[in-house]
């Protein structure tokens, strides 16, 4: 009698656990299969890098971005945060290598690996393309660390204590982080910052806009210029084109 | 023909110096783990090339063991050998605890521990091999407590189901738990061979440890014990380990094969550290010296010598679980082929990681709270038999 009742009761708090499991997974399939639907007509935000306008030693960019996202640098190589971070390329193949300066960002892929891995989508890939992390949500697994092919996600080690630009959330430590293409900025119709201050130095080596819109200017430069995305054996689908790499 | 079983006295002056020893190590991992959680992550030795450290090869490695624990229990469960009946409940009363030790480890090295116990629940993400695991553990956790109790009622017709049942989920647990390293494109982890040689190698490291256990509960506690069971366990791990070493071989030949990741398998065989515990750690000591003692007829059949490869094999299937995750973390993905950095604000080269106090302390605390529930429920449960004998 009291094995039966036993097994009975078990029955019912396993359905009753099959049950919990369940409800997350209905309402998950329904906002996964939004995430990985095709490219829409409507906007969708890309970035070409022209590397022959961009000068060796600037990094307007790099600080222009610190300064808006409020990404604080302690000169840690292996802990600080890089939204955008340029780079040295020494070319492996002549014997006397030529040099290229290269900012190197998230990609804002179409098939976002990051996105993929996420297990609470905290970040997700917007209608517009751009693939954002939730900072309010992300609970720090880090897997999206992992997953990410192009090093272009970091992680709070510590929390920032100044705040210059008090109109972008501070970030507490323990979650996720990476270029969000100033996503703020674009939904308000202006630059992101890397390319506002870009632009400020005259050196308008990096452009934002519409890929979907034929007639737009990016769509312009990649039409007439050789491009090269990085990596795209990978099946990423970035958005981000480099001229001259 | 019943067994009985009894638990241990745990009166003794030992028994309580082993549990407050062991008190003090899990508040000393709590106290780590508060602070690592209140100042950052820097405290650990984890960085932004490196992520996933210590409690992430801690996590897979208890995983692993919990599978090898049920296949003890299994023995009897599923295949119906009544000789492995006594070692059943303590067998599947370990699985048990190494898997809530492995989700725990998991838990407790996120960001935010505050989000850890809800978001999962709000937001579930049906394609994301971290989204699905966390599920198939917790499941596994339910399964096995229920076939525990199945297993201490004595019911042989629910046994026999439920520990189909936990032996089936095992084993999609360990795939999904392989396919969190092997469904990555990074070029160490890629590879739909670590799902298989994931359960491999949790076979023979969880086999590994009940022979340890078990000749030591039985020792400790003044038990009879039959060798004979304990021996053919040592045939089957024999068995495991050459099962182990075919799927390392044939993974590795395929990436030094292939050019296109022959460099970065050059790394992995012969690229610092982790090589030396590949070689020396893993093959040498956890796969060839352990497989000789057990295949030799004059070895393989002396009590001794099949628990000094036991204590072997769990040693290399340690470092097997480290070489899963690390390798493929500090080398550097080729970012873009044909060019190298040579300069940048990050760090871009071959990165290296050390565990730090604090992650050391974690682990450690984790390993004393299953190690302290262990025997504790051996003095509360009727866990252990009077005698080894089926009869």
Redesign the interface.
Known sequence: M??RR??KA?AV??AG?AGA?AL??L???KS?AETTRAPSTKLRWGMVIDLTRCPDNCTAC?DACKKENNVN?SGD??????RI?????????SAAPA??S?P?LCNHCDNP?CA???????TTKREDGIVIVDPH???????C???C???A???????NPEQPNPAYPKR?????ESCNLCAHLLDQGKRPACVDACANVNAQALTVGDLNDPNSEISTLIRNHPVKR??ED?G?EPKVFYIG? | MTIEFKPIEGRSRAFYVLTFVLAALVLAGACATWLM?Q????LSG????I??GLPIVMAVFYIGLSAGSLVISSLYGVFGKLEYKPFARVATFMALLLMMGGLLSILS????LD??LV?????????????IN??LYS?YI?ICT?YL??LM?G?EK?TKRLALVAVLWAILVHSGTGA?FGF???EL?KSPLLPPSFIAAALSSGTALMILIVLALFRLTKRPLEPKPILWIGRLLAVFIVVVVYFVFIENAHRYYLIESRATERYFLFGGFHSVLFWMGMIFVGAIVPATILFMRKTGDSIPWVAAAAVMVVAGVFCERYLIVLPG?SH?????????????????GI?SYCPSFYELLQALGVVALIGLAFIWGLKLLKLLPIHGQSV
């Not at chain 2, 100042?39 to 820097?42: E, F, N, Q, R, S």
């Not at chain 2, 090295?109 to 935010?112: A, E, N, S, T």
């Not at chain 2, 993400?125 to 971290?130: A, E, K, T, V």
């Not at chain 2, 970012?335 to 871009?348: M, T």
């Open positions: 009291h094995r036993f097994l078990s708090l396993s656990a499991y997350p997974l309402t998950s399939f996964s790099v640098t190589k292996l802990r600080d945060i890089h971070r340029k780079v040295t390329l020494e070319s492996t193949l040099r290229k290269v190197l690996p993929v891995a996420c297990p609470i989508k905290a949500r992300c609970m720090g697994c880090r897997y660390m992992i997953a092919p192009y090093n996600r970091h992680f709070n080690f510590r929390e507490q430590h323990g979650v996720a990085l990596r990978l990423t790499l | 959680h100042h950052g992550l820097y984890m960085n932004n090339r992520p996933w090295d996120q960001g935010r989000r850890v978001e999962p629940f709000l937001h579930f993400n049906p394609l994301s091999m971290l989204s966390p599920f499941s339910v229920v109790c199945v009622i019911n629910w969190i990555v494109p990074r982890y973390l550097p993905p080729d970012l873009i082929p044909g060019w190298r950095i040579v300069e940048s604000a990050a760090e871009e990165v």
